[in-house]
T-cell receptor
Framework: DGGITQSPKYLFRKEGQNVTLSCEQN?????MYWYRQDPGQGLRLIYY???????QKGDIAEGYSVSREKKESFPLTVTSAQKNPTAFYLC????????????FGPGTRLTVL | AQSVTQLDSQVPVFEEAPVELRCNYS??????LFWYVQYPNQGLQLLLK??????LVESINGFEAEFNKSQTSFHLRKPSVHISDTAEYFC??????????????FGRGTQLTVWP
């Protein structure tokens, strides 16, 4: 079954802890993206990666980190430096650079207590 | 930087009424345009897209959108809505050249609520 998997669906953490959100895809897509969604603010780009071992900051990268060691995986770490981490996080993929349509995973809702 | 404006944050309508969700963008270069739909606690699904050719594009469930280059708009319409159309709708734009190649810029979303 092809698609994008984000796990877990709901995640709770205590303030001050780092947490890693998983994004896995078996679509053989080159590009992967992380977005943050807050009510009334749309989607804001955190990080993106066009190829393995390379990634770029988006508009709100502060307090986040990523890695792209495999084509299938693009984990996002929310660090304790992120001031307001509670949000809905969405991972997306695109077949290759120059193909603009993005495909989205089901999302992870992170709540920091 | 690219800016996408969805003029209405909430649109309530009655079932079987027509609806228009408005989207304007700011760009002086060629763009691709998208509408995505999001149901509660789910990811986004592509509803329709304009890449080139006819400026009127349609989805399989009765939505349509028209690209208007002179007005930099891509409004979404449906002549008769169903309760199942209740969702949040996002307009997105991608520029075809420049340092932002490959990026999508999203509007803030419009919550469409269909009442019986």
């Amino acid at each position: 079954d092809g698609g994008i998997t984000q796990s877990p669906k709901y995640l709770f953490r205590k303030e001050g802890q780092n947490v890693t959100l998983s994004c896995e895809q078996n679509l053989n897509h080159d590009a992967m993206y992380w977005y943050r969604q807050d009510p009334g603010q749309g989607l804001r780009l955190i990080y993106y990666s066009q190829i393995v071992n390379d990634f770029q900051k988006g508009d709100i990268a502060e307090g986040y980190s990523v890695s792209r060691e495999k084509k299938e995986s693009f984990p996002l770490t929310v660090t304790s430096a992120q001031k307001n981490p509670t949000a809905f996080y969405l991972c997306a993929t695109a077949p290759r650079q120059g193909v603009y349509e993005q495909f989205f995973g089901p999302g992870t809702r992170l709540t920091v207590l | 930087a690219q800016s996408v404006t969805q003029l209405d944050s909430q649109v309530p309508v009655f079932e079987e009424a027509p609806v228009e969700l408005r989207c304007n963008y700011s760009s002086s270069v060629s763009v691709y345009l998208f509408w995505y739909v999001q149901y509660p606690n789910q990811g986004l699904q592509l509803l329709l897209k304009y890449l080139s050719g006819s400026t009127l594009v349609e989805s399989i469930n009765g939505f349509e959108a028209e690209f208007n280059k002179s007005q930099t708009s891509f409004h979404l319409r449906k002549p008769s809505v169903h309760i199942s159309d209740t969702a949040e709708y996002f307009c997105a734009v991608s520029e075809l050249r420049g340092s932002t190649l490959g990026r999508l810029y999203f509007g803030r979303g419009t919550q469409l609520t269909v009442w019986p």
